[in-house]
């Protein structure tokens, strides 16, 4: 059996690489709270955990969004590997999504929490991460891939 979706494996690990690393600095860098103002205002690297999803919803329900970020994580492999071969702008955004579920669900499993670190103050946004960049940045390319999608028709002639 030969691998399919080349790009889709290639966008995962790296965003699981990147997450990974990225958390780990700021873990090694960084005391919990500790924030660094790159730009005063705008933009500081900021250490804090969470307990929940994204924008802390569903705070302290990690035993429920641990499961819930392993069985992301095997469906979009499962469709991978099983499913057909995608055109490559489906293949980043699955590939990017699952590297975010799993960088994500790596820190649920070991910690219990998610490392978040990027704070954009200007706009008073809830601090994230790298993980959380790809899998918005993944589904961005999904909905492009379904914008240049050809409808079907099942009208018979």
Same mark, same amino acid.
Request: aromatic letters at 14%; proline letters at 2%; glycine letters at 8%.
């Given at each position: 059996?030969?691998?399919?979706?080349?790009?889709?494996?290639?966008?995962?690990?790296?965003? !699981?690489?990147?997450?990974?690393?990225?958390?780990?600095?700021?873990?090694?860098?960084?005391?919990? $709270?500790? @924030?660094?103002?790159?730009? =005063? $205002? !705008?933009?500081?690297? #900021?250490?804090? #955990?969470? #307990? &929940?999803?994204?924008?802390?919803?569903?705070?302290?329900?990690?035993?429920?969004?641990?499961?819930?970020?392993? /069985? !992301?994580?095997?469906?979009?492999?499962?469709?991978?590997?099983? $499913? =057909?071969?995608?055109?490559?702008?489906?293949?980043? &955004?699955? /590939?990017?999504?699952?590297? /975010?579920?799993?960088? *994500?669900?790596?820190? +649920?499993?070991?910690? &219990?929490?998610?490392?978040?670190?990027?704070?954009? +103050?200007? %706009? *008073?946004?809830?601090?994230?991460?790298?993980?959380?960049?790809?899998?918005? %940045? $993944?589904? !961005?390319?999904?909905?492009?891939?379904?914008?240049?999608? #050809? =409808? @079907?028709?099942? +009208?018979?002639?």
């Amino acid at each position: 059996m030969t691998l399919k979706n080349h790009l889709y494996w290639i966008a995962a690990f790296t965003v !699981v690489f990147l997450d990974q690393l990225t958390k780990y600095w700021v873990v090694q860098s960084f005391k919990l $709270g500790e @924030t660094l103002a790159l730009i =005063p $205002g !705008v933009f500081h690297f #900021t250490y804090v #955990t969470n #307990t &929940g999803a994204a924008f802390s919803l569903f705070s302290g329900k990690v035993e429920w969004l641990r499961w819930l970020s392993l /069985g !992301v994580s095997l469906v979009l492999i499962a469709l991978a590997l099983f $499913g =057909p071969v995608l055109n490559r702008l489906d293949q980043l &955004g699955y /590939g990017l999504i699952l590297g /975010g579920a799993m960088g *994500n669900g790596i820190d +649920r499993f070991i910690s &219990g929490s998610v490392v978040d670190f990027l704070d954009f +103050r200007l %706009i *008073n946004f809830a601090v994230f991460n790298v993980a959380d960049s790809f899998i918005s %940045i $993944g589904i !961005v390319c999904l909905l492009l891939a379904s914008f240049q999608k #050809t =409808p @079907t028709t099942n +009208r018979r002639r």
